[in-house]
């Protein structure tokens, strides 16, 4: 009787069953930069939109906002960590021809979705008005949280813990200005925005019906 080679199920678990959490740095075409170009080109897509689809002031609209406390922060770590990430991605490849891959996309396409609708909404809303149709109708902040969707999708696709972690931490940084651009949004807006966050969850969920006179 032949010997069986027990080594080759545990290649198979590890390739289809299990996030990898030790890099894995391998140059080929089909790798996560493939998916990761998106985040790259976001500013470049959203003009795009705007030219064709609105009245090119997409960057008043979405612009800083006012606070009482000052205005929104900046951090050069973000850049760098996007750098990172994006460096990484050349050589993360994707799980090709697993469940991983698979899942990955339909959470990338799913944010990907969700970054157009509200930026169409955008670009659409006259300058000076909230932003509450489209995706902004179930959350205050569909863009953030297109964004999250996009890099757990890469990091499904790419079967990477690391990869995963990278991307909380980068997404960490716009998460923890939230609250200051929601303060600068009531200075701006005013009772329409104090409205809007009454009816509209923070993240993601069904809206409130609007109370009657």
Partial sequence: MLPIPRHLPEIEIMDTKVLIFKPVFELGLWNSWILTLFIVLHPVIMNIIDKALGTGDLSQKMGDVPSAEGKKRHFPIPT??????FIFSIFLPLRLHTPWLYIGILIYLIGIAMFLSSIITAVKKPLGLVFSQGM???????????FL????GISVAAASWLFLLLSLGWMAFPLSQVSVEERGCLETFGADYQEYMQRTPKWLGIP??????
Avoid: E
């Fill in 149 to 152: 969707l996009v890099f757990i």
């Fill in 136 to 146: 902004y109708r179930y959350s205050r902040h569909p863009l953030y949280l297109s």
């Fill in 208 to 213: 409130k019906k609007q109370s009657g006179p």
């Fill in 80 to 85: 760098l960590l996007l750098f990172v990430l």
